[in-house]
């Protein structure tokens, strides 16, 4: 009678899950990968012995693909399902989950954008013990580095946080794998922990033309692609800024903020701190011809809004207001 392969269970989506399923199948173990529906687009390319289950109710996807048995593992790769302890339980502790930042530094799903907004150019990627505190279990393994000098927009950081994180689950999954072990704890200092919480371009992207200039600046590429850009008002319209750059030249008064005074290869725009310049400006409802002396303008209840709604992403990709 032929003996059972151990499996590797992987829950959540995007191009790290191909190298977890190919570093399983070449150390002989079976996969079977949950995702949630907001991931159908993002899911690679598997081998066909891979059992792929989509839904959105993980308790459903459990009963479905079996729950794990003794030997089994675990690994949550930007999962779209807050666990359960009873989830979690049934690895009985070998539940891991990739996270692309540097804990305790950076727990929650915010992403690149916080970076970027708080001008921090370290990074990192770790693998945890999963459990119910978000990003609160032991670490195993980890990589810090510091993002390049040309990376200034999320997409820039995601690429390369992406391949650093490839390497570490190159250099740790088999080891778990064919060595039955995760390794010897990290230690880190979880009293200086730092939670930032999801944020989505539509509800959150609004600028405040009252703040300092590299503010405004780093906010446009925080919110810049992959996302559609921050959000502003001209003429009633809301509009999308994708790409913009920043001349310290020349200074304007504060009531002068948020307006067109040029129309050159772009927007020039005023700012108390100097000029901003809009390279690339999208019309989110309708098109409108934009003149000199127009101003970019958010009003307070959109900023309010901003500051005031929580959100979190459910597994079919709606959005969920928490607060």
């Not at 970027?116 to 999963?130: A, D, F, V, Y």
């Amino acid at each position: 009678m032929s003996k059972t392969r151990p499996t590797l269970h992987i829950f959540g989506g995007g191009p790290l899950v191909g190298i977890s399923e190919e570093i399983a199948i070449r150390s002989g173990w079976s996969v079977i990968f949950r995702t949630g529906e907001r991931f159908m687009n993002s899911i690679p390319k598997l081998d066909s012995s891979t059992k792929v289950l989509v839904g959105n109710d993980l308790a459903s996807l459990m009963v479905e693909g079996g729950a794990p048995i003794a030997g089994d593992y675990g690994i949550s790769i930007s999962a779209p399902w807050i666990f359960s302890q009873e989830v979690i339980d049934m690895f009985c502790g070998e539940l891991f989950n990739l996270h692309n930042q540097p804990l305790p530094k950076f727990r929650g799903g915010g992403g690149a954008s916080w970076p970027i907004l708080m001008g921090e150019r370290s990074g990192g990627c770790c693998i945890h013990r999963l459990v119910r505190e978000v990003d609160a279990g032991e670490i195993f393994a980890r990589r810090d580095f510091s993002f390049p000098d040309d990376a200034m927009l999320p997409v820039d950081f995601d690429k390369f946080s992406i391949e650093q994180a490839k390497s570490l689950l190159r250099e740790w999954l088999p080891r778990l794998l064919q060595e039955r072990s995760p390794g010897s704890v990290i230690e880190s200092d979880d009293s200086d922990y730092e939670y930032w919480p999801r944020l989505n371009t539509e509800i959150h992207g609004w600028i405040d033309w009252s703040w300092g200039l590299e503010d405004i600046f780093k906010f446009c590429n925080a919110f810049s692609d992959p996302f559609v850009g921050a959000r502003t008002l001209i003429n009633g319209v809301v509009v999308e800024i994708r790409e913009v750059a920043v001349d310290l030249s020349k200074n304007f008064h504060p009531y002068q903020n948020g307006m067109v005074f040029r129309i050159s290869d772009g927007f020039h725009v005023a700012h108390r701190d100097g000029i901003l310049k809009i390279i690339d400006l999208h019309f989110f409802e309708s098109s409108v011809k934009i003149t000199n002396g127009d101003r970019f303008f958010t009003p307070q209840a959109l900023l309010e809004q901003a500051a005031l709604r929580r959100i979190q992403y459910s597994p079919s990709g709606k959005v969920i207001d928490l607060k």
